[in-house]
């Protein structure tokens, strides 16, 4: 009696505003609207805080929307499991991205495999993929160092060393190896926190007991770099995203045992809905083959 409201309020709170949850439902912003002030007005009840063109669940609205995240995967499920015997000929994949080098092949395979498939990509930092991940914004996710949760399922995809990375005009940049130590008497360029690279680059200096003088934090990968051509200071990044840069040159740390290791993640709740599956399945055989 109530599922086209419910499926009206659920769309509003999971996407932020009635425009994109109409967008999402296929319906008019009105016709929306109106879903969700029947069920306003049925049971007495305010779901969402509005304020101009801000909308945002009320603290009732949060609990509901536990309920109706939950009772739409059952019915994800259930629709997958009637379509079991089918191909894989349409529907959408939303994949959140850290280090999109990582997992490019996986999703080429992948897509190759199913045409029909839309995919859709985001990206950013590590805490950003995992946010995306548990609030069910994203059904895939690649992850440098996966948390230890139980949540998830993680597909270890490689492991990485640490590189320092200076200008080409440094005065280190002929060098082919140098210490943390070293390291941490210039500038040092850290990004944001919740970082994988940050949190690794921290763990190894407290492991060292090392304490820069002087620290630069910055906002994503590519302010990383642009901040240390800038000659602001001296950066440090797994080997393979420091990539290639004519401005930059990378040298080993001599003293540095961290790795930093990427995984294709998902919900273990659901991992075996068909399109996640599907994907999975591909990458374990993307990964066993030579």
Known sequence: MYSTQLRAFHAVASHGGFTKAANRLGLTQPAVSDHVRKLEQRFDVQLFH???????????????????RRQFELEDEAIELLQESQALR???????????????????????????????LTQGNSNEVLTQLLEYGADIGELGEAPDDERL??????ADRMVAFVRKDHKWAKRKKITLTELSQETLVLREPGSATRRITEQELDRLKIKPPLVLNVEGREASREAVAAGLGVGIVSEPEFGHDERLTSIELSDGKAVMTESI??????????IIKAFLDVARAHLRSP
């Open 265 to 274: 993640v998902c919900l273990k709740e659901r991992a075996n809905l068909r």
């Open 153 to 158: 399922l993680v597909m270890p995809l490689r």
């Open 50 to 68: 509005r304020h101009k063109r801000t909308v945002f669940p009320t603290e009732l609205g949060v609990r509901l929307l536990e309920i109706t």
């Open 90 to 120: 349409a529907g959408n994949l939303k994949i959140a991205l850290g280090a999109p080098f990582h997992i490019v092949e996986v999703i080429a395979a992948f897509q190759a495999e199913y045409p029909g498939v839309q995919i859709s």
